[in-house]
């Protein structure tokens, strides 16, 4: 059987889980969209939002003192200050592995407590990810240059430029919230953890920071999304579950690759079965995640819980059709619903929002084991770290750190460790999410809070509001912002007791 698909982005957001046999390894993908290592990156009209955008010259290596780590590069942020005063409270999104303008579209949430908080709006982006390249066009040439790809080092980006953008604008005192969604959303609670000298208080929207080690099972995540898909049909879910042994079975057959690609409507023939497979992999996947309650266009345009349409397209196919035809056409939903699209690039996708440097990650640091398990409704199977390890080394001449996240950050006994020693930070998730049950699902302490929803999907609580919200996603906000306040009150109020 065809191994399990490891993911990451998204999180945007992907964690890697290597599949167990070599031929059929996947490429590595969060909550962003699939096959970043055949990816053609593609010139796309990038959206018109209310910020400025600025450049800072930031310091390649914060934590060595070799002549080369006080390079300079330029980070891209954007600002608004539409409703800002002097001493008022800086929210910073702590930028995604991806372009910052892609984040900051996709945050709306910000730009509508803006005006109750007298915010300034900052979106930092991430090294290595958008326009902000250490060595230019040279940034992914090699390890020596992706060395300095790394969770900590942006931590320290955000510190550094926080600190100046503060001192710039003579308002040292202004507190500073972090948000971030996903492996933003990871990066959030681990500044306020790391910095809370800098970030008074963060909100870390489905942060999976439980996702390593063996904190939670491995299977954890696909269990996830199958149950996204039988909660809304039991024969939908055992549909996708039998279209694998259906392609797997054509791909025995003398014309496979021209029957699939006639039948999958490719725009180019196929070269491999596997390419199918992962592309009905991915759109399960993605639209398990992206679940939202009104229409959305975040990984693309989808209707109001796309999984619900999915499902109906399965279980109203005629009797007699096969399992793969009607996944077929359940996932042209995901690839195709604004019905603008003749044929399909499934071995070609392109990467509009610059994902790439993902792969670097999930073969250092970021290494969150994957599996199948048979109840999942994709094939069973297992994670071989040391295949993994050997692809890694093969691909960037590195071994991946598998304890690092957790060494660095924590996770183990979370509860009790951060009962006594985080606070002020907010963990949301919606159990439609797979992300959610690598995160934080109950209270920690009275300051470390847990807010969850049983609809919600990948930091939908983020995404613009809208007059079609059910009323759970609008208390779900409504709570958000209530805590924030109560934290930025009680910080000016020990600021005018001192």
Known sequence: MAPCLSLFFLFLITFSATPTTPANSLPTFFTTAAYQSSFKQAKTPKPKLPFNTHYFPQTLDHFTFQPKSSKIFYQKYLINSHYWHKGAPIFVYTGNEGNIEWFAANTGFMLDIAPTFKALLVFIEHRFYGESMPFGKESYQSAKTLGY???????????????????????????????????????????????????????????????????????????????????????????????????????????????????????????????????????????????????????????????????????????????LSRTFAAASLYYNYSRSVNCFEIEHEFDPHGLHGWDWQTCTEMVMPMTCSKESMFPPSGFDYKEFAEQCQMKYGVLPRPNWITTEFGGERIQKVLKRFGSNIIFSNGMQ????????????????????TEKGAHHVDFRSATKDDPDWLIQQRRQEVEIIQMWLNDYYADLRRA
């Open 149 to 323: 790809l790394n969770s900590q080092q942006a931590l320290a980006d955000f510190a550094v430029l926080i600190r100046s953008l503060k001192q710039n604008l003579s308002s040292e005192a202004s507190p500073v919230v972090v948000f971030g969604g996903s492996y933003g959303g990871m990066l959030a609670a681990w500044f306020r953890l790391k910095y809370p000298h800098i970030a008074v208080a963060a909100l870390a929207s489905s942060a999976p920071i439980l996702q390593f080690d063996k904190i939670i099972p491995w299977s954890s995540f696909y269990d996830a999304v199958s149950q996204d898909f039988k909660d809304v049909s039991w024969n939908c879910y055992e549909v996708i579950k039998g279209s694998w042994e259906e392609l797997e079975a054509m791909s025995t057959q003398k014309e496979a690759l021209a029957e699939l690609s006639k039948s999958f409507r490719t725009c180019k023939s196929l070269h491999s079965t596997a390419s199918a497979r992962d592309w009905l992999w991915t759109a399960f996947v993605y639209t398990a995640m992206v679940n939202y309650p009104t229409e959305a266009n975040f990984l693309k345009p989808l209707p109001a819980y796309p999984v619900q349409q999915m499902c109906k397209i399965i279980d109203n196919f005629p009797s007699g059709a096969t399992k």
């Open 433 to 452: 999410d797979p992300w959610s049950r690598g995160g934080v699902l109950k209270n920690i302490s009275s300051s470390i809070i847990a807010l969850v």
